[in-house]
């Protein structure tokens, strides 16, 4: 979702007449557009504004900003322990950029514009986007979350959740096709949400056959579903749709029903096992990934165990795997009986290390089977680089013009993360998906 917002803040910027450059000595503004869901991603924005601070003293005219999730969160101590920015703002400001810059510009004071997650009646803005070009397009559908899970700050940061009318998730997705994207997903934080608010009412499924008839887009994703919130209309959607790949990315968090409570997940370990398996009904070949945190406060090793074992039993095809990190405001981080860190590592590399291997697994057995790719971009060690309908990367020997299609590979080779494969033929009368 920040990728997308940066493309925003890109678009204004070509708007006002930037070009866009990859050195950021060479550069007349740099924003950094920041993370904070854990305390790794906040240290290194603030690592990173250290560093920018010696451009600037080597060129007093660049214009330096900060703005994202890490602006919500810290308000003016960002320009406390950072006072040589000139700029800064909200997430819910992006639109306003070219006044402020103007501002920051034309003034001798940094321009702070920061404004509250409650302020829900604004319309969604429809921004420009400058995007890089690439095969891929996001599209938010859904902005904030009412979910309040206690180890999460997206709710204090991004505000409560406002779905995009579907017409305009609709063009946005036209406008992208007509740049030649092949794949969208559309983004939220709970995109099974989606439309609730709207009148008259909407859901995901519908969003989704509507998208379906843009002419160009070949694939469809969404993410991030919640194990609450997904239907099986949902399911079944997804299965019926040509274009929407299956693979399903469903957070978890935990194995273990005592630490789902207390994360307020609302649904247990067992409930999570029946969509998961309603999604294998309907779809055998579809991926599913998820995201596990340990460590989170409480986590006894035998709560631990409990999720590795849950980890073995569902068998997901990738895990987003994080030791807890407290964020100031959220009930978790106030819970007397927080884990040692020495602790969580251990806990993350036995879960890293168990999901390597059942990832290796299922990818292995994968080998000599021919896979519809649509090909992204160069590989880094040569080749190209495309991606499976179920998400998983392939590379393989090609040239660029390939770029934009989708064309069979045979496996040859696989890891936990990257497939390694060979151009083949389709077998005749099969056409790619
Ligand atoms: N909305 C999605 C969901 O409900 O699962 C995920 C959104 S969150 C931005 C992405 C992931 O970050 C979460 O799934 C969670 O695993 C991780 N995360 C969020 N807060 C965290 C925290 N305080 N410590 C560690 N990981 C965290
Ligand atoms: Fe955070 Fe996702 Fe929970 Fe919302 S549903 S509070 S984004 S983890």
């Not at 992006?94 to 510009?105: F, N, S």
């Not at 017409?167 to 794949?183: F, I, S």
């Amino acid at each position: 979702m920040n990728v997308r917002d940066s493309e925003a803040m890109a678009g204004l910027l070509a708007q006002l007449g930037y070009a866009a450059t990859d050195d950021p000595a060479e550069a007349d503004v740099i924003i950094l557009n920041t993370c904070t869901v854990r305390e790794g991603a906040e240290d290194r924005a603030y690592g990173r504004l250290g560093e920018l601070r010696a451009l600037k003293r080597r060129r007093p005219g660049l214009l330096l900003g900060v703005a994202g999730c890490l602006v919500q969160q810290e308000r003016e101590r960002v320009l406390a322990r950072a006072p040589w920015l000139d700029l800064v703002f909200g997430v819910h400001n992006i639109h306003r950029l070219p006044e402020l810059l103007r501002e920051a510009r034309d003034g001798c004071m940094p321009v702070y514009e920061v404004w509250d997650r409650s302020d829900r009646d604004r319309p969604l803005s429809v921004l420009p986007a400058h995007r890089t070009g690439g095969v891929r397009g996001f599209v938010n559908i859904i902005h904030g979350c009412n979910k309040f899970c206690t180890f999460c700050i997206v709710p204090y940061v991004r505000g409560r959740e406002r779905s995009v009318p579907p017409a305009d998730v609709v063009a946005e997705v036209r406008g992208l096709a007509a740049q030649g994207v092949r794949e969208v997903t559309l983004l939220g934080q709970n995109v099974d949400s989606y439309g609730h608010d709207l009148t008259p009412r909407r859901d995901l499924a519908a969003l989704l056959e509507l998208v379906h008839e843009v002419d160009g887009i070949e694939r469809l994703r969404f993410t991030t579903s919640h194990p609450r919130d997904m239907t099986r209309r949902l399911i079944a959607t997804v299965a019926r749709l040509p274009k929407v790949c299956e693979h399903i990315h469903l957070p978890v968090q935990a194995g273990d029903d005592e630490i789902l409570r207390r994360m307020h997940r609302a649904y247990t370990a067992s409930q999570y096992r029946e969509t998961a398996d309603a999604v294998r009904a309907e779809m055998p070949r579809a991926s599913l990934t998820t995201d596990i945190i340990v460590g989170f406060p409480g986590e006894t090793e035998e709560a631990f165990e409990r999720t590795l074992r849950f980890v073995e039993d569902v068998r997901f095809d990738a895990v987003n795997t994080a030791m807890y990190s407290p964020r100031e405001g959220t009930p978790a981080a106030a819970y007397p009986d927080q884990v040692a860190d020495e602790d969580k590592r251990r806990r993350l590399a036995a879960l890293n290390r168990m999901q390597e291997r059942i990832a290796a697994e299922i990818n292995t057995a994968l080998i000599g089977a021919t896979q519809d790719v649509l090909v992204e971009e160069p590989g880094r060690k040569g080749g190209m680089l495309g991606r499976t309908r179920t998400n998983k990367i392939v590379t393989f020997d090609g040239a660029a013009d390939l770029i934009g299609r989708t064309v069979p590979v045979e496996i040859v080779e696989a890891g936990s993360w990257v497939l390694r494969g060979r151009r083949a033929a389709y077998a005749a009368g099969r056409q790619p998906a």
